[in-house]
């Protein structure tokens, strides 16, 4: 099979899986199913992926090396730390409803996976995400840009803020927009009490 039909029918496994999971959930999928999706045999959906495992990990290292490469270019591009963080928040928020949702499936169904696999993921997923947003708000409060306060758990704090955003249908029953980001980043960077 020639290198780019291969990496093609990669591709569309990969973006069909990810949309079922996204839908269903890991248990309630079937390597079946998702060959059927993408119109392939299952002997052949197995010569990509050895197992559902290996499928999973494969999407959520394409989600986590995506948000590497969001929070390079912000970080390259922007120049103050709350800038970087708007710019990533902003980004991340504004990624179709598809994609949004992916993000979440490595919190909920983690659990799913070998000990092995999730405990090395997780580290990955702490360094190369979590751990770089807590980098840049520990290096703002650090020069003053930013009330000293514990980065860890305002790293927390803004994903928390995000995660409801993170379904294909959010749960506030509307999609993320310029608005209604610009309003969460100011309720995160500046509150709630008004001016006196």
């Not at 999971?21 to 052949?44: C, L, N, P, Q």
């Not at 590497?68 to 970087?84: K, P, V, W």
């Not at 799913?112 to 979590?130: E, S």
């Not at 379904?167 to 709630?192: K, Y």
């Amino acid at each position: 099979m020639p290198q780019v039909e291969l990496a093609n029918s990669r591709t569309a496994i990969l973006n069909a899986a990810e949309r079922l999971f996204v839908e269903k959930g890991y248990h309630a999928i079937s390597m079946r199913e998702i060959a059927d999706e993408v119109g392939m045999t299952k002997a052949a959906l197995y010569y990509h992926f050895r197992d559902k495992e290996q499928l999973f990990m494969a999407i959520l290292e394409g989600v986590l090396n995506e948000l590497s490469a969001l929070i390079d270019q912000c970080c390259t591009t922007e120049t103050s730390h709350r800038r970087r963080i708007e710019t990533i928040v902003q980004q991340i928020m504004l990624l179709p409803a598809e994609r949004r949702a992916s993000l979440r499936l490595a919190s909920q169904e983690l659990g799913n996976l070998d000990a092995a696999t999730r405990q090395q993921f997780v580290a990955r997923y702490h360094t190369q995400f979590i751990g770089r947003i807590t980098g840049i708000l520990a290096t703002g409060m650090a020069c003053g840009e930013f009330r000293a306060l514990d980065p860890g758990i305002a790293t927390w704090t803004l994903l928390g803020m995000m995660y409801p955003y993170f379904h294909v249908t959010p749960v506030t029953g509307a999609p993320p927009t310029e608005s209604l980001i610009r309003q969460l980043l100011s309720i995160f960077f500046d509150g709630l009490q008004a001016n006196l």
